[in-house]
């Protein structure tokens, strides 16, 4: 550059080569570290938004505006359970990161008695959970009748509706079950076991075998065959 050129001049017949002063020296270093630094940033804020952008148009993995890869919702009917429950569901929960917003809801369970039966107690829940459900979502009711998948056919069913883009609504019933109406509306009958589980101990279960499938499709060592 101009600054870093040795300035020459004659004196008769004498050439002298002058250096350049050290002020222009640390001027021209300081302009050369600042474009530098300048260029590194639009290269990574610049770099973020095209990965960004290829990463949201891939088939196999998008983005919700939140920035999420996946959104889970499950709705449990129950209040009130035993701590043991609540930090094996956080547990498992925060290991899912930023890849999935899951979000576990609870209902309030209509209470029995006083001329409110076991008919009547499930149309009350089946009313909240309704209103529960997330506008739009893929519907997934836990019954006893419902297909067991395995840990991987469940990591291949988050797959396709992570794909299509589904934001995915497990329903956990109450002490009674619920209505066959709430059943009709199901896009999924899933049974996690064939023996008769603690609403609590069920809430872990799905959680962690979330999950797990979750593990499977990023190769985590997490699942083992």
Known sequence: TRGNRRKRRYAGSLLIIERPS??????????????????????????????RTCLTMMPNRQFDNKGYFMNITVLAV????????????GEYAKRFGRDVNYALKEIKPEK????????????AEEKRLLEAIPQGAFLVVLDERGKAPTS???AQHLKSWQQNGEHVCFIIGGAD?????????????????????????????????????????????YHRE
């Open 112 to 123: 029995r008695g006083a001329g409110v039966n076991a008919v009547q107690g499930m149309a």
């Open 152 to 154: 991987v056919e469940l």
């Open 177 to 221: 079950g619920m209505t066959d109406r709430l059943k009709q509306q199901a896009n999924m009958m899933m049974r996690l076991s064939s023996l008769t589980l603690p609403h609590g101990m069920v809430r872990v279960l799905l959680t962690e075998q979330l999950y797990r499938a979750v593990s499977i499709l990023h190769n985590h060592p």
């Open 22 to 51: 050290e002020t222009a020296e640390r001027d021209t270093f300081g302009f050369q570290t600042a474009f530098y630094f300048q260029s590194v940033a639009w290269v990574l804020v610049h770099g973020l938004k095209r990965l």
């Open 78 to 89: 129950g209040t009130k359970m035993p701590r043991w429950v609540d930090e094996a569901v």
